[in-house]
Nanobody
């Protein structure tokens, strides 16, 4: 599956952004989808994951309660709604697809990746 992330930008602390990730190729609904982020000099960090049906979601501790992952299988798109943004949320955000349904938070479990979209939060 090919992935294309979009929606990044610059926002002040406390603001909101919605990221989108459009999928093409193989059947989108066959994949669990995840969002990761990577700040300069840091390892790639798990942000959120959603099951192929949308019935189960998982969040990293640093974003739980502020970010919401969702998907629209009819549009082959997964979203990340980000609210109450903080400067420490600044990173490149990547969407990824996992063809196994085990809820993994490890980047190594995801076989397909989008190109990333920059999110910058200023104080």
């Amino acid at each position: 599956v090919q992935l294309q992330a979009s929606g990044g930008g610059s926002v002040q602390a406390g603001g909101s952004l919605r990221l989108s990730c459009a999928a093409s190729g193989r059947t989108f609904s066959s994949y669990d989808m995840g969002w990761f982020r990577q700040a300069p000099g840091k390892e790639r960090e798990f942000v959120a994951r959603i099951s192929r049906s949308g019935g189960r979601t998982y969040y990293g501790d640093s974003v739980n309660g502020r970010f919401t992952i969702s998907r629209d299988n009819a549009k082959n798109t997964v979203y990340l709604q980000m609210s109450s943004l903080k400067p420490e949320d600044t990173a490149i955000y990547y969407c990824a697809a996992d063809n196994l349904p085990f809820g993994s938070r490890s980047p190594q479990s995801y076989g397909s990746w989008g190109q990333g979209t920059q999110v910058t939060v200023s104080s």
